[in-house]
């Protein structure tokens, strides 16, 4: 059974930085990309960055030059240092990790809340 469990979530001040990381245990086939969403009271689901097995890497626009994505393969985990939060990045975050045959898995999110 796959298993994805974040940790890092929290409540800062705008300016302040955290950092997530989620880490992956049993996956029946090879992990292709890991990746981080967000959802925000009464929004859509959208990606904030992904990171792929080959180390490329996608970020969304709003987070650029201040959000960072890297891996430990060996540990199949996933980390995304926030820097210079905003009360607009205030969410919940998702782990997504693919697999080979795009099989995807969802963790079950950390809160994440800016203040002003």
């Known amino acids: 059974q796959v298993r994805l469990v974040e940790a890092g979530g929290g409540l800062v001040q705008a300016g302040g930085s955290l950092r997530l990381f989620c880490v992956a245990s049993?996956?029946?086939?090879?992990?292709?990309?890991m990746g981080w969403y967000r959802q925000a009271p009464g929004k859509q689901r959208e990606l904030v960055a992904s990171i792929t097995s080959g180390g490329s890497t996608n970020y969304a626009d709003s987070v650029k030059d201040r959000f960072t994505i890297s891996r430990d393969s060996a540990k199949n985990t996933v980390f995304l240092q926030m820097n210079s939060l905003k009360p607009e990045d205030t969410a919940v975050y998702y782990c997504?990790?693919?697999?080979?045959?795009?099989?995807?898995?969802w963790g079950q999110g950390t809160q994440v809340t800016v203040s002003p």
């Open positions: 049993g996956n029946r086939f090879s992990t292709t990309a």
């Open positions: 997504k990790l693919t697999t080979y045959y795009d099989f995807e898995y």
